[in-house]
């Protein structure tokens, strides 16, 4: 189990040029945005606009903050993202264009290189000790607001965007929170040839 603390994770431009994304974890370590097997990251979005493509990677957005924006995937109807919205899997390497609903936001990236990995992304609200199954080659959970305290040996807090790595030997995870708080359970698997 590692604690990944929001004031740590790593900041750099959009591969588009269009703005920052923030880097809360990626395989292998050191990673860039043409050279990663999966990355998860925050990005706040200021305007509508393109897109960045990613050959060959499959990707899934939530929203963390504000009103949410509509995406318009070629191939595909447009689709509204919001809070109230399941998190969207769609391929990122297809031209797609967003325009925000109500000002800025800031959103939840997570890719996989489609040849290597491959993942889900559940939304939870939880207002009572809760367990959570990994059970992944890779989990993460990300507090997006609330606090949690995770239950063992030595107990750790989660803040706001903060966010617990768990492996493989750590089947399921009992959480406390200390108010309610919504969070994002991640899980990647890799391909098998690949780990």
């Known amino acids: 189990m590692r604690i990944l603390r929001a004031a740590e994770y790593r900041s ?37 606009g393109p897109f960045s493509g990613f050959a060959g990677v499959d990707r899934t957005l939530a929203l963390l903050e504000g009103a949410g924006m509509v995406l318009d995937i070629a191939g595909r109807l ?17 031209p797609t264009q967003a325009t925000l609903i109500a000002g800025p936001i800031t959103d939840l990236n997570v890719m ?13 609200l939880i207002s009572a000790p809760t367990k959570i199954r990994a059970g992944a080659d890779e989990t993460l959970i ?6 949690l305290r995770v ?24 959480l406390h929170p200390v108010r309610p708080a919504m969070l ?12």
């Open 151 to 174: 239950a063992g040996a030595a107990p750790v807090e989660l803040r706001p965007l903060d966010a617990l790595s768990l492996g493989p030997q750590t089947p399921e995870l009992r």
């Open 142 to 147: 990300l507090c997006v607001d609330g606090e």
């Open 12 to 48: 750099m431009p959009w591969k588009n040029g269009g703005g920052v994304t923030t880097e809360i974890a990626v395989s292998p370590p050191g990673a860039g945005l043409d050279d990663f097997d999966w990355r998860v990251s925050m990005a706040l979005v200021g305007g509508g």
């Open 78 to 94: 447009p689709v509204e993202i919001t809070n109230a919205s399941a998190p969207l899997a769609f391929p990122a390497d297809v």
């Open 112 to 124: 996989t290189h489609r040849a290597r990995a491959t993942h889900t992304v559940e939304r939870l």
């Open 184 to 195: 994002f359970v991640i899980r990647i698997d890799l391909i098998a040839g690949n780990d």
